[in-house]
């Protein structure tokens, strides 16, 4: 007998499944109506399909139906979602976009996008074989774990059914990795290993300290220990035989897979190959500007030594002054949670967007299982569906690493950036932004969020904040931000030139090191960081660049109507589509 949060949930999907299969005959009862009713009508259907299909993104959004289904990823299971992907492409063809609003006309090209990159990455990049990272429970039962959005009893249930098929989830990884690529082995036997510590000791506190019936918490303590097993005949699998065997894929996509890659990734109104010749523009522009300011800064922090004959040299030992001043390695997560109070009341202060002190922003050390990816911060969002959910900005710590590797990387994190980097990802950055993004009336737009608007208005509110004079105006925070700038810049640079032209480690990381005046810790993380992701890297730039671009195209149109807090607002109203898209929406063209 099905448990009974099984069972409802079993009954929803198929309600869900028969609602979207049915659009035929639907069809005459909803010509009558406007286009945008019915279009209305048949996105409703779409996210509830999408949520069966995908219910761990559907957890991550905050829509908790479907918690306690686990994906078995076997060919079985592709074969339905390659199905149900067809079904959808057929239904969206029946609406004609230039019928429906642009708000709508941008829903559906979103809709649009993600059906077909569904069968490119399924049928095309196939990482499903090739990434073994690809798979790991500990992720998704640690986010049901930390929520709170439903009582402890309620989501150790949840998390109770979703293991219960552990075994049949880790079986079918063995099965799909095929001449995997080396990188991404190593990456998933680090974050397993970090995934076995959420079945670990806080787990079984939570069921014991549970409102869970005797029963109920054996058949839990029973799968637990399945659970743990299956993981470490992962483990085993990987580095007993895919680790020794040697049969490695490059990690590098090449020329023509990059370029679709980042069609269907960024959507953007440029190209790969014209995002790339537009970042080797704007390094020259930045390094201009760099040796501008390190000339004027010099005398003050070289006093009576003669400048130094060549000008990238004379960056270089401005920036590595500058660098000096760090927190400690003990008390960097503690540097970042003290300036986030600076950061709200410089917003507030200058106007430059209305903040919710309603949504929580915790800072919190990186769990176990996210760490290793090569990204040192980050933000965990709560969804649509979970707006009241806290907000987490995760900081690896630098305890327990070695102290050469440490003070490097708090040399590159020094006092300038590490408050550049709190902007980028906290205040006014992903966090404020985030949560303008879950106030769209449009969920499409908000599950559907593109990372290069998501990545780029990041990076546009540190240039923005620093145009509004946070740090002074003073060369020394603008001579760090062009280093920080330049970083955004060189990962399009080096995303390109990894994947497309065979750029070498040696290469890359001289190249970061020269042109980005990076410490050898943070080149070394972003060669690895270029080889366990693709395209993601250009995002950051592609995304800022059209982001400023429109914000430009504006000022000039609306000459002294202009008005910098309601740019940002109805910027960020639309969610996080594309820039593409926000730009026809803020222009009502097309």
């Known amino acids: 007998m099905k448990h009974p949060l099984l069972l409802a949930a079993t009954l929803a999907a198929a309600a869900s499944l028969a609602a979207c299969s049915d659009l035929p005959g639907r069809k005459a009862a909803e010509t009558d109506a406007q286009p945008d009713v019915a279009f209305e009508r048949y996105k409703s259907r779409f996210i509830d399909s999408l949520w069966y299909y995908n219910p761990e993104w559907a ?13 078995v990823p076997n060919e079985g299971r592709r074969r339905t979602e390659a199905k149900a992907l067809r079904r959808r492409a057929t239904e969206l063809a029946t609406f004609k976009p230039e019928e429906l609003s642009v708000n709508n006309q941008t829903d559906w090209r979103l809709m649009q996008n993600y059906v077909r990159s569904s069968g490119f990455y399924a049928d095309t990049l196939r990482d499903w074989q090739w990434n073994p990272a690809n798979y790991n429970l500990g992720a998704s039962v640690g986010e049901i774990l930390n929520g709170r959005y439903w009582p402890l009893d309620r989501r150790l249930r949840a998390i109770s059914l979703k293991i219960s098929r552990a075994a049949d989830y880790y079986a079918a990884a063995e099965q799909n990795i095929s001449t ?21 000791k806080a787990l079984e506190d939570s069921v014991a300290r549970s409102g869970l019936s005797a029963r109920e918490k054996e058949d839990f303590a029973n799968r637990l220990a399945t659970t743990r097993l299956s993981i470490e005949d992962y483990l085993r699998f990987l580095k007993t035989e895919v680790l020794p065997a040697g049969k490695f894929r490059s990690f590098r996509l090449g020329q023509d897979l990059f370029a679709r890659k980042f069609s269907y990734d960024i959507q953007s109104t440029y190209s790969a190959g014209q995002v790339y010749e537009k970042a080797l523009t704007h390094k020259q522009e930045l390094l201009r500007d760099m040796k501008t300011r390190a000339t004027r800064l010099y005398p003050k922090y070289f006093p009576g030594q003669p400048l130094p004959a060549d000008s990238l040299a004379t960056v270089q030992q401005v920036i590595g002054k500058l660098s000096e001043k760090h927190a400690t390695p003990a ?25 919710d002190p309603s949504k929580p922003l915790v800072v919190r050390e990186t769990p176990l299982y996210m760490r290793g ?10 969804g649509p569906y979970d707006k009241a959910a806290n ?18 990387y708090l040399r590159e994190y ?23 993004a879950n106030r769209s009336p449009s969920l499409i737009k908000s599950i559907f969020g593109n990372g290069a608007m ?19 105006n003073t060369d020394e925070m603008w001579l760090m931000w062009d280093k920080w700038n330049m970083r955004v810049t060189l990962n399009a640079i080096l995303d390109h030139e990894v994947h497309v032209k065979n750029a070498s480690e040696a290469a890359t990381v001289a190249m970061l090191r020269r042109d980005g005046f990076q410490e050898e810790a943070e080149a070394r993380n972003k060669w690895r960081r270029a080889t366990l992701s693709q395209v993601q890297l250009s995002s950051y730039f592609t995304g800022y660049t059209e982001i400023y671009d429109l914000r430009q195209e504006l000022k000039k149109e609306q000459g002294q109507g202009f008005d910098l807090k309601s740019f940002h607002e109805q910027f960020l109203s639309f969610g996080s589509a594309p820039v593409r898209y926000i730009r026809t929406m803020m222009l009502k063209k097309g």
Do not use: C
């Open 59 to 71: 957890s991550g959004a905050g829509y908790h139906r479907y918690d306690s289904l686990l994906v």
């Open 180 to 200: 995997p690529t080396k990188e991404h082995t190593e990456l998933a036997i680090l974050q397993n290993q970090g995934g076995l510590e959420v079945f670990g």
């Open 331 to 355: 008390g960097f997560v503690q540097a970042v949670k003290d300036q986030m109070p600076t950061l709200v009341k410089w917003v507030d202060d200058h106007k430059l967007l209305t903040q």
């Open 373 to 382: 990816s090569g990204a040192g911060a980050s933000i965990s969002a709560p």
């Open 391 to 408: 907000t987490y900005y995760n900081v690896e710590p630098l305890t327990g690493q070695p102290d050469a590797q440490a003070q490097s």
């Open 414 to 436: 020094n006092q300038y950036t590490l408050q550049i980097l709190n902007i980028h990802e906290a205040i006014p950055g992903h966090y404020t932004q985030l949560v303008y």
């Open 454 to 472: 998501v990545e780029g208005w990041a990076v546009y509110a540190e240039r923005m904040m620093l145009e509004s004079g946070y740090g002074g």
